[in-house]
């Protein structure tokens, strides 16, 4: 057996430690006698995981008490719909923060359920910054503010957490879109009405939505809203309203447990900015590849770079692929080349793209 280095966007590299607890438990889960994906979801062997794995969520995260944890399906795409059909309420704005692909998707799907506010963009930028929230033009009186803390494709993070109390509007419930760095990072959820991500970047298996809701925000889902779809009804039924996605919640869990063994988020976080740090500067010292991502905003997780003569893009590829660095190609969206950073990607595997990086321009540049 042999494993490459893997630096995919989503879904993405989990811990080799993870992978081979799921492998020995794959056929008898302790004892059990079945595997994980054989179990009901009313089961005492489920609920336990299930149970286990939110509460390691909430520790993890120090998720305060008044937030409820939903294991949910579709996916981000879907929650771009399923947050107005939530939120909005008897308001009909809603105010979006547009920092590149991701968020230009959520503002469009959310127009089809009310209106939409484009409180600030950095689209002059070609989506390389993000706008201070002095600059937001805040509606009157929004459902929320909508914003990706991560921009996975442009490869921009909130350099800051979008605190609106800062800028005198701490009524207004922020939404993030957290889906390719939730966990990476240490955050103030209660600052935030609404935490979203799909699992597969940072946390488990695609097929498990996570959903962390303030209780007030629960309960004001539009009439024609799909029942199953109601964070008043899935959170009612602890997300069993319908059958969850057992086998994406238990390896979940598992990576929860991982974090914890490694020290929790603070051991992470310091593990993100040294990768972080090692890659972005090597690209800073060469003038054979660029990255042009305002330097505040660029993302620790995915990291987008050009080489200066894209001439050379198929044969790097080509090259990294027999060095057995993985998934290296840029969204086709902005070309070039992306490396995703996760969690579960170690320090070796970005010290061996870096050692990859000089030695290829040392023999093309
Ligand atoms: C990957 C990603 C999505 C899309 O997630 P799906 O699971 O495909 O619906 C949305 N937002 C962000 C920030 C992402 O990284």
Request: charged share 20%; glycine share 8%.
């Amino acid at each position: 057996m042999s494993r490459v280095w893997n630096f995919s966007a989503g879904p993405a590299v989990l811990p080799e430690e993870v992978l081979r607890q799921a492998a020995d438990e794959m056929l008898d889960w302790q004892g059990s006698g079945m595997s994980v994906m054989e179990m009901s979801h009313r089961g005492k062997e489920f609920i336990s995981i299930a149970e286990q794995a939110e509460a390691d969520l909430r520790e993890l995260l120090a998720i305060p008490a008044n937030y409820r944890v939903l294991f949910m399906q579709g996916g981000a795409i879907a929650e771009n719909a399923i947050i107005p059909l939530n939120l909005l309420g008897s308001r009909r704005v809603a105010d979006y923060v547009v920092t590149g692909a991701w968020s230009v998707k959520s503002q469009k799907e959310a127009r089809k359920y009310g209106e939409v506010n484009i409180a600030a963009t950095s689209e002059a930028s070609a989506y390389t910054t993000v706008p201070p929230m002095a600059d937001w033009n805040l509606s009157a009186d929004p459902a929320y503010v909508f914003t990706c803390t991560n921009e996975t494709i442009g490869g921009v993070e909130f350099p800051f957490e979008p605190d609106l109390a800062q800028v005198g509007r701490g009524d207004v419930p922020v939404v993030a879109d957290m889906s390719s760095h939730i966990l990476s990072r240490a955050i103030d959820v209660s600052k935030y009405g609404l935490i979203f991500g799909g699992a597969q970047k940072n946390i488990g298996p695609a097929g498990l939505t996570l959903v962390v809701v303030r209780d007030d925000l629960l309960g004001h889902a539009m009439p024609h809203c799909p029942t199953a779809f109601d964070f008043r009804i899935v959170a009612d039924n602890h997300s069993m309203y319908n059958t969850p996605p057992t086998y994406a919640i238990y390896i979940a869990g598992l990576v929860f447990q991982w974090l914890k063994r490694k020290g929790g988020i603070a051991a992470i976080e310091a593990q993100n900015v040294a990768k972080a740090k090692l890659l972005y500067d090597f690209l800073d010292g060469s003038d054979f590849y660029e990255n042009r991502v305002d330097r505040a905003c660029r993302s620790r997780m995915n990291v987008p770079f050009y080489l200066k003569d894209g001439a050379l893009d198929d044969t790097f590829l080509a090259e990294a692929k027999a060095a057995g660095l993985l998934q290296l190609k840029g969204h086709k969206s902005v070309g070039g080349m992306r490396a995703s950073i996760y969690n579960a990607m170690p320090i070796a595997g970005v010290q061996a793209l870096v050692d990859f990086l000089r030695d290829f321009a040392a023999r093309r540049g």
